[in-house]
Every structure is written in C-alpha cells, then in structure tokens.
C-alpha cells in the first residue's frame, strides 16, 4: 500500500510542475482577461468525462480490486476497442461543427474529450486492478509534455495568447495517450476483438458512479461556474485563480485516494478507516502553513492577483473536508454502497450546493460570501457521511473542537496578519495542537507501525 501510494504521490509530485506553471507562471504571462479566458476553457474540460457515459466508471467497478494476472483478456480487448469506436462516434460531431463554425475553442475541446475520455478508460482500469506504477508513469509523462509544451510557448514562442496554451494542453493529452496505447499493447498483444456484448451492464453500472462522481466534482466548481455566469471575466480569473492554487494542495490526497479504493474493494477495516479520518484531519490542519507561502508569492510576483488573497484563505479552511471526503468518503461509497444509493446522495448534495451558493450568489453579489458558501458545502457533507452514512467515522467532542478552532485560527491569522507573524502565531497553534492530541498521534503511530 505504502509503496503505491508513493508511486502515485511522486507522480503527482511531477503534476506539481504543470499545476505551478499554469497556476503561477501563467498568469503572469497572460493579461488578467486571457488567464480567464484559459481558465474558462479549463473549466468547461473538467466536466469532459460526461462524454464517456460512464463506461469508464463501470471499468472502475468491474475490474476493482481483481488482480492484473486474473483478467479475462478477451474482455479486456473487446472494452478497449469499444471505447475507442464509442468516443470516435461522439468526437466526429463536435470537430465538424467546431471547424465549420471556426470556432478553434470547440474544435481544441472535441479534440481533448477524444484523447481524455480514452486516456481515462487506461487510467481506470490501471487503478483498478492495482497497476500503479502504470498509471504513476503516465501522470509523471503528463506533467513532462505539459510543462515542457508550455516552458516552450512561454520562453521561445514568448505568446500571449491562450489558445496557443490551450493547444499545449491538447497535444499533452495526446502524448500521453500514446503512452497508454503502448503499454496496453505491449502487456495485452493486439486483437480486433469489438462487440456490443455486455456492455449495457458496463454502461449501467458506470452511469451512476459517472453522475455521482461528477456531481462531487461539480460541487468543487459550482463557485467557479456561478462567478463565471454573474461576474466580469477578470473577477472570474481571480477566483479560478485561488482555485488552482487549492488543486496544487490536493494532488497529494488524490494519490492517496486512488490507491485506497483498490484497497477498501477488498476489505473494509474500519480501524484502518478511522485511522485514516484521523490522518486526514491533522494533515488538513497541518497543511493551513501552506497558505501562508503561496500568500508570499502572490504579494511580491502576482500583485495583478492579490485580490484572490481573501478567497483563498477561505477555501484552505476546507482542505480537512475535502481530504476526508476524497480518500474515504467517495471510496465507500464506490466499494461499499450501491450505485444508485451513491448516485441518489450525490445529485442531492450537487443540487443543494448549487441552490446555497446560487441562493448566496443572487443575495450578496459578492466573491467572499460565495467562497464561504462553497466551504460550507463541503462541511456539510462531511458532517452528514460521518454522523448517518458511516456512523462509526463520527467525530469526537475533541475532534469537532479542533475542526472548530481551525476554522476560527486560520481564517484570523490568513486576513487579520502579515505573512510573517501569521506563520508564526498558526504555527504555534499547531504546537498547541501536537500537544493536546498527542494521545492520539502516537497511537496512529502505533497503529501505522503494525
């Protein structure tokens, strides 16, 4: 376990350099307009997975948890080809209409759901049969395409326009579906195996997972989605710009998340489940430092952006949230609950996320008071998976009053000091925090050890 969670942690070690270019190089580079034109593409790229109709997700689930060696290769064979055919028929449409409209934004769009949706049916089944190193290899060939792709357009082609970043991206995708087609054929042979045999089970299966993942996902960006309906582009591109500099702080959770639903499709531990909750809050907590160096960057080489300052300090105080509900959360539900009950509770709480912060957004007219709103969703949902759907995560007093005080300490010491003293004063905070928890860390220590 601790050897795939590294594999996939290095990989997304490697992201790091592409999610700090387009998060912090970038923007300097574009004017604040072009950054929010590219993030309004980027945007729109991470609902593209809708366009598999949840054929991958049914991957995911079918082949969850089975070892590599004792897959039926025929199968295997027949869902790879399908796939491909299946996205090929969806892809054809939208570059035809994208290049008789001339319009270069759906054409570069249509191109990515092609190479993403396939790429995503490898990385499925790479996660799902425990094949890590695969799928590590393919984020660390990702992030070397990209960052390369952009270094190029940033310091040869010195652009300032962000199509030609866009096409960066597109061609990164490309590559690194190459690389997956390689690997596929290098460890599987070739087949022209195609058929329609069992697939409805597949696409039954993965539609609701598809809807119910997206729907977490979407609630992740309802803030993005409603600013970029009701504000100007360049207010959009401080808000899309906070919320890069969150997604560079959760790369690590997701490697961790995908190696454990590998692991709870085999069995559930609930010690090792509560184990990881505790983990996950004290690294959310642990991780609130963090802010205090992005806020540095941002002050002294992206003044155009330090108004996303105040949006950001908000959103890092759902980190502790967003990491339990990642790693563990959507895991059960995935291994441990039907689709339809995972399906029913996610469109509930996309739904409701939407109406609060719509609800937030037509009351306030105001970026902070949406920020607030989104983070609430994500305590809620904690609040509700813990306290009812897995009742043996609950929280105690203890915990709830370090969730509490975490809220108050951060969001005091990220607004009301300089950079340096609110270092130093949540610094001490987390001393404070070792110390009266300090039962409870040696015995995870303990507990890790065995």
């Known amino acids: 376990m601790f050897k795939n969670i590294l594999r996939v942690t290095i990989a997304n070690i490697a992201n790091f350099g592409s999610s700090f270019i387009v998060g912090f190089i970038l923007p300097a580079v574009l004017s604040v307009a072009a950054y929010g034109h590219y993030k309004e593409y980027t945007l729109y790229l991470s609902f593209v997975y809708l366009f598999n109709l949840g054929f991958n997700d049914g991957i995911y689930i079918k082949y969850g948890g089975v070892d590599a060696d004792k897959v039926n ?27 008789i409209m001339q319009d270069y934004i759906i054409a570069f769009f249509a191109c990515s759901t092609l190479f993403i949706t396939i790429k995503t049916y ?46 960066m991206s ?12 390689y690997v596929f054929y290098k460890e599987y042979g070739f087949s022209s195996t195609w058929n329609f045999k069992n697939k409805f089970s597949i696409f039954k299966v993965g539609f609701f ?9 979407f609630v992740g ?22 919320s890069s500099i969150l997604n560079v702080i959760l790369l690590i959770v997701n490697a961790v998340g995908m190696v454990f639903y590998n692991i709870i499709s085999k069995k559930e531990d609930r010690d090792m489940l509560r184990l990881t909750k505790r983990i996950s809050i004290f690294l959310g907590v642990f991780g609130g430092l963090g802010f205090f160096v992005f806020k540095g960057i941002i002050e002294f080489f992206l003044t155009d952006y330090i108004d996303s300052l105040s949006l950001l300090s908000v959103t890092f105080i759902a980190i502790p949230y967003i990491m339990v509900s990642k790693i563990l959360i959507a895991n059960l539900y995935r291994s441990r609950r039907s689709e339809m009950k995972y399906f029913k509770d996610s469109l509930i709480f996309a739904a ?56 108050i300490v951060f969001y005091i010491t990220a607004t009301s000091f300089n950079i340096l003293l609110g270092f130093l004063i949540y610094f001490v905070y ?4 070792s110390l009266a928890f300090n039962k409870e860390l040696k015995d995870l220590i303990k507990f890790a050890k065995k």
Do not use: D
């Not at 290769?73 to 290049?99: A, T």
């Not at 597109?170 to 087609?181: A, I, M, N």
């Not at 008071?369 to 929280?395: G, Q």
């Open 352 to 407: 409701s996320s939407f109406a609060l912060v719509g609800l937030v957004y037509l009351i306030t007219q105001n970026l902070l008071a949406i920020a607030f709103a989104t983070t609430f969703c994500y305590i809620f949902w904690f609040i509700y998976a813990t306290r009812v759907e897995y009742s043996y995560l609950k929280s105690s007093n203890k915990e709830l009053l370090l969730l509490a005080s975490h809220l």
């Open 170 to 181: 597109v061609l990164s995708f490309l590559l690194v579906l190459l690389y997956y087609e």
């Open 221 to 242: 960006n309802v803030g993005s989605l409603v600013v970029n309906f009701g504000f100007s582009i360049e207010e959009f591109a401080q808000y899309s710009f906070q």
């Open 122 to 167: 490898h990385q499925n089944f790479s996660q799902a049969v425990g094949n890590f190193k695969v799928f590590a290899n393919g984020n660390i060939y990702k992030s070397i395409f990209y960052v390369g792709f952009l270094l190029f357009g940033i310091f040869v082609l010195r652009s300032e326009n962000y199509l030609v970043y866009i096409f």
């Open 209 to 217: 997972i598809l809807i119910a993942n997206m729907s977490l996902t």
């Open 73 to 99: 290769r025929e199968e295997v064979h027949s869902e790879h080809n399908f796939i491909r055919v299946f996205q090929i028929i969806i892809f054809l449409p939208m570059i035809i209409y994208g290049l």
């Open 430 to 433: 987390i001393v404070l925090v």
